[in-house]
Every structure is written in C-alpha cells, then in structure tokens.
C-alpha cells in the first residue's frame, strides 16, 4: 500500500514551493515541545480546498499506475488532516470548522474522492483520534472517534488503522480512561491497530475481537525478520531511539541484524 499525506503546518518555508508557508486548517504556530523551529502556516481558504483534496485523488491515481495494491489516507499524527479534524487546532468559521460535521468534513472529502478515482477496495486511513502529536489535540475523542467510523462505514474502504489512545514513550505503556473498543464495535471493516504492541499482547487483541490485524513499527524497525521471530518466539534486537529519523541511509534503518538460526 503506498500512504499519501500533504505538507502540514509543522514545516519550514525552505522546504514549501517557491518559499511559502506551509498550509494548514488554521494560521496558529505549533503548539508542541521538543520540536524544532517551524515556519507559522497559511491558513488555506475555503475555495483552495477543492484543489488540496484533487492532490489525493491524484497522487491515489499515481500510485496506482505505479503498481500499488491501494493507498492508506494519512489522517493522522497532526499532519494536514488531523488539524481538520481536531478541534484544538481548527479554528475555522467556513464550512470546514466549528462543529464536528465541519470539520470531518474535509477528511470525508479526501476518502470519498480517493475511493471514486480508485475503489472503496484499494483504500485505508489512518487515524489518531486519541493523540495529541504536535499540538493536535480534541476535546472529545471518543465522539470524534466514533463519527469517523460512522462515516467510514457509509463509504465502505477496506481498512481503518488506528492509534491506540493509551500514552506510549518508547516500551512504556500507560493506559488512559479511553478504549479502542467503541471504534472496533461501531466500525464495519477491517480494524488494525498500533501502539507498542509486543507479540503476547498483539495475539491477545487479535483473539480477543479487539482488533483484525496489529500494525508494528519500532520492532520491525530493528528486526527485518519479526514474523519469523514471533513464530519461534525468539528475542527481539533492542531499537535504538537516538538513530530514529536521522539522514543516513544505513545507521538505524538496515543494521539491525537478522537471526542466525532457528534458536
């Protein structure tokens, strides 16, 4: 699956074409610590949105030609999307802010577009209801949560993949008053979920009905064989956080090694 996102608000003006702000739902800085300096965005106006959302069916059309089995719509982690959706971020007055209609609204938008131009079959999106990654926060999460998958169901794409709402910090886990349950009950597709699961607990949600398919990513990240290790029940190779998302290309991403046997 190829995973599309547009440029959101936490960026520099180096990196935007011809030196622009980045866009957003809103003109409000980040409100995030430990990041570095962004550029404050441009809030898009209302008749610009048609022409953000033709970007995705597009770039959905692209990949497809390009050989992919589909695309997942990256709604979540406080990227374009997500600052719709969230109510701590948009502050809009049109018709894409205020109630939360509006503001899933251009979410709704982007999946309805994607599905026309390649199939509900070929689409996912990810979402992180119960996050707050840059400052992209809402006030009721669950509410937000379940609209979505409401919503979702009427347009019928294949997958939602969701954020658990539990706080994580590398392998610590702290479970919040929030579930995931209420979005797997409501939602009629396939349900993957993330958020620092190991193998046992990534079994139990499976078995359980909690979730249809479990999504890793810092465990795959430092073990390119993770199935098989899970099959046999191996030790895993510890992640090194301090290599994440820096730019060599071997460091952190294709060193960690792979099992030399069975046992």
């Known amino acids: 699956m190829a995973r599309y996102q547009q440029m959101f608000n936490c960026s520099d003006a180096a990196f935007q074409p011809n030196g622009q702000a980045p866009v957003s739902s809103t003109d409000k800085p980040v409100n995030s610590v430990n990041v570095a300096k962004f550029t404050p965005p441009r809030r898009l106006e209302t008749d610009e949105i048609p022409l953000i ?18 695309v997942e719509i990256h709604g979540a982690h406080g990227y374009l999307i997500d600052q ?4 701590q971020v ?7 802010g205020g109630s939360l209609e509006n503001r899933c609204r251009f979410a709704l938008e982007i999946v309805e577009a994607v599905v026309d131009e390649i199939g509900a079959d070929k689409v996912g999106i990810r979402l992180s ?17 379940l609209y979505m998958a409401h919503a979702l169901n009427k347009i019928g794409i294949l997958y939602c993949h969701v954020v658990e709402p539990r706080k994580v910090k590398h392998s610590e886990k702290i479970e919040p008053p929030y579930s995931l349950g209420p979005m797997r009950d409501a939602f009629k597709g396939t349900l993957i979920v993330a958020g620092c ?17 479990i999504a890793y990513g810092r465990l795959f990240l430092s073990n390119p064989d993770l199935p098989r290790r899970f099959e046999i029940d191996a030790s895993l190779n510890k992640y090194n956080t301090e290599t994440f998302y820096i730019p060599d290309p071997v460091i952190g991403y294709t060193d960690y090694p792979f099992l030399t046997s069975d046992v």
């Open 53 to 70: 959302i033709k970007d995705f069916r597009v770039a959905a059309r692209n990949a497809i030609e390009a050989g992919f089995d589909g």
């Open 197 to 213: 699961y190991n193998r046992e607990d990534g079994n139990t949600a499976i078995s359980s009905g909690y979730a249809d398919l």
């Open 84 to 87: 719709f959706l969230k109510d």
């Open 129 to 145: 209801a119960f996050a707050n990654y840059s400052g992209a926060a809402d006030s009721n999460p669950q509410t937000l949560a």
């Open 90 to 96: 948009n502050d809009r007055t049109d018709k894409y």
